[in-house]
């Protein structure tokens, strides 16, 4: 009996109170229900972009060779005022991370707008009208999809020359297809709906059925699939730069800091590691508020959760 309360006694000991473990459930269904990973990711790179030379602690521009390839705060020989450590010119690696980030939002704000309006605009175009808009609309879709976007991207970024504005055109020209392609899905089947046949009975012009009818019933797939193709944006544009055909120096971006870094992966792995993760927890993040956008604004999703 009494081995019996003793064991009773070390279990109770070892197991988290109940109210602890209740306040652990809710926060835990919180972080499942709503998209706080995401929020917290891209409030953190939105604060690194509009304030970079406030939170950067050093010059990322400035080079210290005395100072090269100290390694990150936690190993052993780091500094605190490097905390994640230098690269092989002595620059700060945090603080070159801080400033990419302008180029991070910049792209990814630029391009997902400009394709999801060029795409929304021509799929509505090939639905509604159908015929012969329909065959020559969807038939470039098709060729856009079927190139292999980053080796014809690598072509014309080899003919453009690398730079800022040629990337936000590159990506423009290879991702607005898969808008058109779901939005004309969409504009099928809505200009079959009583209310369209009943706009067009008393007179509207095919505008006034756009802007009335149709674009507000594919908008919340237009924001599903723009927000998903964050994290393809923002890959693209780091392998763009990784191969030396994105931004160009003295701008900062984490796939030239992968691009320079490679060559010092034996001996600062933090120069390679640390951009990459970067670069995977901002894509990780689109994707997750994508993935959550969907199931709020899909009805029948929704009831399936229920």
Do not use: K
């Amino acid at each position: 009996m009494a081995r019996s309360d003793a064991l009773v006694a070390e279990r109770d000991f070892f197991l988290p109170p109940p109210r602890r473990l209740g306040g652990l459930r809710r926060a835990l269904r919180i972080f499942v229900r709503y998209p706080v990973f995401p929020i917290v990711i891209w409030t953190t790179v939105l604060l690194f972009a509009f304030f970079s030379p406030l939170v950067a602690p050093h010059d990322p521009f400035t080079l210290s060779l005395s100072d090269r390839l100290i390694p990150p705060a936690w190993e052993e020989g780091g500094s605190t005022s490097n905390l994640f450590g230098t690269d092989h010119l002595g620059r700060d690696i945090f603080s070159r991370i801080v400033y990419a980030s302008r180029v991070t939002v910049i792209v990814v704000s630029v391009t997902v707008l400009a394709t999801a309006a060029i795409g929304t605009f021509l799929g509505m175009l090939a639905g509604f009208f159908g015929g012969v808009v329909d065959a020559v609309l969807m038939r470039f879709v098709d060729f856009q999809i079927a190139m292999p976007g980053l080796l014809f991207a690598v072509m014309l970024a080899t003919v453009l020359q690398p730079g800022l504005r040629n990337v936000i055109f590159i990506i423009i020209f290879f991702f607005w297809a898969g808008f058109a392609r779901l939005v004309r899905a969409e504009v099928l089947s809505l200009r079959e709906r009583d209310f369209v046949a009943l706009s067009r009975v008393a007179g509207a012009g095919w505008g006034r059925i756009f802007l009335r009818h149709l674009f507000p019933n594919v908008l919340s797939t237009v924001m599903v699939i723009a927000t998903l193709e964050i994290s393809s944006v923002i890959v693209f544009e780091s392998s763009l730069s990784f191969l030396g055909l994105g931004v160009v120096p003295p701008t900062v971006s984490w796939g030239q800091m992968l691009a320079e870094g490679r060559e010092y992966m034996s001996v600062a792995w933090w120069s390679v590691a640390i951009p990459g993760l970067a670069i995977f927890i901002v894509a990780l993040s689109g994707n997750l508020f994508g993935d959550w956008l969907r199931d709020v604004l899909d009805p029948h999703l929704r009831r399936a959760g229920d």
